[in-house]
């Protein structure tokens, strides 16, 4: 077999390691799978998939093992008394967790011999597989490359970050951050809409419409962050006229009786900001009241 039908071992079978282990198979690769309750392989191995009796046995399988476990911890106890067996395998471990723990889990991966790559999943189990899968992996990248083309099966939108294995997990919590705030942000406008009698769905095309034009502000922010000057030009709109239309949300929450928790947080973070001087520049200049105090 080439590289893109290297023999793969995939470790735990929740509804995302399933979803792994069924992307494998159907690209025709030679795949082991173990979970600790047996039963969830039953499916895959009616698929073709061979069940291992135990992490040991998953492991000796194969050169490439991925791992997608509930916790980092998990996945210690379960390949982490493994020895002198894991020597010489590569493990790409896509279990959910912080930048610290991948880091600490590369660190524990050389000194057992084994090449590591970290990585996180943007998307939900049903889209592996598909073009539009982001899955971010970081490590050696001679060995993200070598093992590149079985790691494209589950998702178009496989990006090397490079050689920090905290990589992954700080983009992941990154865009979930982004993806909350946006959905907390679209309910909120729901309850405020819905008093006038307007359903989400009513609304729905004009949210649309208007995270398009929020795309293009991020673009000009991005650029103005990267620039580092410092200066951020108000292209758009400055600060105090975000902070006097933001106030007419906040008036129209508590009036109507809606929580106006969320944009009081936006509130406060704008009228602090403005306190350093910067009224005049754009809503970039936020980013000042999340950064560390020394920058």
């Known amino acids: 077999m080439g590289d893109n039908r290297t023999p793969v071992t ?12 069924a992307a494998f198979l159907e690209a025709g690769h030679t795949t082991t799978v173990w979970n600790r309750s047996a039963g969830k392989a039953e499916q895959l191995v009616s698929q073709g998939a061979v069940q291992a009796a135990t992490p040991a046995d998953a492991v000796a399988a194969s050169e490439l093992v991925v791992v997608c476990l509930s ?9 982490g008394s493994l ?3 894991l020597r010489g395998k590569v493990i790409v471990n896509l279990t959910s967790g912080s930048s610290d723990q991948g880091r600490e889990t590369a660190a524990w991966a050389e000194k057992q011999g084994v090449e590591y790559l970290d990585g996180a999943i943007m998307i939900t189990p049903p889209g592996i597989g598909t073009e539009t899968a982001v899955l971010f992996y970081a490590g050696t990248q001679s060995v993200f490359e070598k093992y590149e083309p079985a790691l494209k099966l589950l998702g178009g ?7 920090d294995h905290g990589m992954p997990a700080l983009y992941d919590v990154s865009l979930l951050g982004l993806m909350w705030g ?8 729901v309850a405020v809409v819905e008093t006038a ?6 609304f729905l095309p004009w949210a649309h419409m208007w995270l398009e034009a929020i795309k293009m502000f991020t673009a000009d922010y991005a650029a103005q962050i990267d620039a580092g000057d410092g200066k951020f030009p108000a292209n758009d709109a400055t600060l105090e006229t975000h902070l006097a239309a933001l106030k007419h949300l906040v008036h129209e929450s508590e009036a109507l009786g809606i929580d106006a928790e969320l944009p ?11 306190s350093q001087g910067h009224a005049k520049n754009s809503y970039a200049a ?6 560390k105090p020394s920058e």
């Open 286 to 291: 936020v980013l000042k009241a999340f950064r």
């Open 71 to 79: 916790t980092y911890d998990n996945m210690h106890d379960v390949i």
């Open 10 to 21: 995939v470790i735990g079978l929740g509804l995302m390691g399933q979803a792994l282990a």
């Open 264 to 274: 009081k947080y936006s509130e406060a973070l704008m009228e602090r900001v403005i």
């Open 83 to 85: 020895g002198e067996s």
């Open 157 to 163: 939108g496989t990006t090397y970050l490079g050689t």
């Open 197 to 202: 009698g307007v359903g989400a769905q009513q």
């Open 182 to 189: 946006t959905l907390n942000s679209f309910l909120h406008g």
